[in-house]
Structure formats: C-alpha cells, structure tokens
Nanobody, 115 residues
Framework: QVQLVESGGGLVQPGGSLRLSCAASRTIFSTYVMGWYRQPPGKQRELVAALTTGGYTNYADSAKGRFTISRDNAKNTVYLQMHNLKPEDTAVYYC?????????WGRGTQVTVSS
C-alpha cells in the first residue's frame, strides 16, 4: 500500500504561482511512475504531468512551459510547480503513483485561479 497526501492548493490570482506537494508514505520513486492529474469542475480527470523512475518528464500541452514536475527522494515528495496560472487551471489536483496495474491516488487539493 502507498498513501499519497497532497498539499499546497489554494486561491491564486491569474498570473500567479503555486507549488503543490505530494508526500508518499514510503520510498517508491525508484519503482513507481509519479503523476499529477487534475479534474476541472464538470469535466473528466486529465493528466497534467508525469515523472518516470528514470527522471523523464511528460506534460500535457496546457502545462508545457508553465508547470514543472520534480521530486525529492530524501523526502519521498513529488512537486508540481505552477507558474502563470490561468482560470482554466482551476481544478482539483491529484497525485498518482503507478506501477504496472497498481495505481494509487491521493485525495486531491483544490486549486482555484480567480481574480
């Protein structure tokens, strides 16, 4: 079992920045692909960014150039740094850990971009 706990969400004005954190209950980054997903109101959950065990990253087109996924192995924590936030970035952001058919989700953290 892996527990994932997100933090760092909140209300931010357009153009602002936030850093989301996802703390894992144990050391998993050497075996699990880590990802950040989001679910806007009334829409389906979508991938925002992913980080492989080898350190490769993948971003949704909407996130490229504005968001950065990273990890701190010593802290068992994955981050999503978000800059130049837009109202359409408003969503619940979820942390995900995946290894083959095993997948774990956090409970999510709300990000609201509004003036």
């Amino acid at each position: 079992q892996v527990q994932l706990v997100e933090s760092g969400g909140g209300l931010v004005q357009p153009g602002g920045s936030l850093r989301l954190s996802c703390a894992a209950s144990r050391t998993i980054f050497s075996t699990y692909v880590m990802g950040w997903y989001r679910q806007p109101p009334g829409k389906q959950r979508e991938l925002v960014a992913a980080l492989t065990t080898g350190g490769y990253t993948n971003y949704a087109d909407s996130a490229k150039g504005r968001f950065t996924i990273s990890r701190d192995n010593a802290k068992n924590t994955v981050y999503l740094q978000m800059h130049n936030l837009k109202p359409e970035d408003t969503a619940v952001y979820y942390c995900n850990a995946q290894l083959s058919i095993l997948t774990y989700w956090g409970r999510g953290t709300q990000v609201t971009v509004s003036s």
